[in-house]
């Protein structure tokens, strides 16, 4: 009687002891994928443009993404005259930035993302990477304040403006990545994967305060947990945030 009490009260210390490390490391569970792997989507989807390589091992394990971050598509930020320029849409004109130059990216992802156990708000700057190493902005702008009118009507066709060290950067969804649609945009800091508006069913998901939910997609059948471009008209300017709000699992690095 008394040996079973002491052979208790040792599994119960175990299992404190055990769920303390856990929740310590500050990593929730891997998010699963089923069988597919998350390197060999990055690796499909990601264009030429984009060098992709791993390092590391199991739960270390990362992917590298190389980009310099200049777009393949049209936009009036390549300057009048350049072979990929286009018009502002109407009544837009550029921001105090008007070129954009050539980055060095280097974002580093999990292979296998997990839910963190404390989530961190995503910040100014670059919060994720778009399949053509274009980089993803939040719904901010300078001064860590909202985007008002002002700062969209400085927008191309692609949601898309560069900043004062000539980065330039999405937004919202637009002309060439997303437009109202299922399409893989790219993949944030955590290692998780950003949708358009809908999902592959054609229908717009309920999401999370994340801005995500977990279930199939046309790149992970079996599901994964992935964000959405926000399907709310924002300011009624016909622009849908990629973004906001935090991270659902833990950032990699982003730098340039
Ligand atoms: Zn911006
Ligand atoms: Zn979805």
Not at 137 to 152: H, I, P
Not at 197 to 210: A, F, I, S, V
Not at 224 to 239: D, E, K, Q, R
Request: charged content about 20%; overall charge neutral; proline content about 5%.
């Amino acid at each position: 009687m008394k040996m079973d009490k002491v052979k208790l009260s040792i599994v119960s210390l175990s299992l404190l002891v055990l769920g303390t490390t856990f929740y310590s490391c500050n990593k929730g569970k891997i998010v699963s994928t089923g069988d597919v792997s998350i390197t060999d989507v990055v690796k499909a989807k990601f264009s030429s443009a984009v060098s992709i390589s791993t390092k590391g091992i199991g739960r270390k394990e990362r992917i590298i993404l190389k980009s310099n971050g200049l777009p393949e598509h049209k936009t009036p930020y390549w300057g009048s005259g350049h072979a990929l320029y286009e018009d502002f849409p109407s009544g837009h004109a550029p921001n105090a930035n008007t070129t954009m130059e050539s980055q060095t990216y280097v974002m580093k992802i999990p292979t296998n993302p997990a839910e963190a156990s404390s989530k961190e708000e995503t910040s100014l700057g670059e919060i994720g990477m778009a399949l053509n190493g274009v980089a993803i902005y939040n719904d901010r702008e300078g001064g860590n304040v909202s985007l008002d009118a002002m700062t969209l009507s400085t927008f191309d066709n692609s949601g898309a403006h560069p900043t004062p060290g000539k980065n330039y950067h999405y937004h919202t969804t637009g002309k060439y990545t997303s437009v109202d649609d299922a399409k893989l945009i790219g993949f944030l800091r955590d290692g998780f994967p950003i949708y358009g508006r809908k999902d592959m069913t054609g229908e717009y998901p309920t999401l999370d305060e994340y801005g995500g939910h977990y279930g199939p997609t046309e790149d992970f059948p079996n599901g994964i947990y992935h964000y959405h471009a926000s399907n709310v008209n924002y300011l009624n300017s016909g622009y849908y945030i990629l973004k906001a709000g935090s991270y659902y699992g833990t950032k990699g690095n982003f730098t340039k």
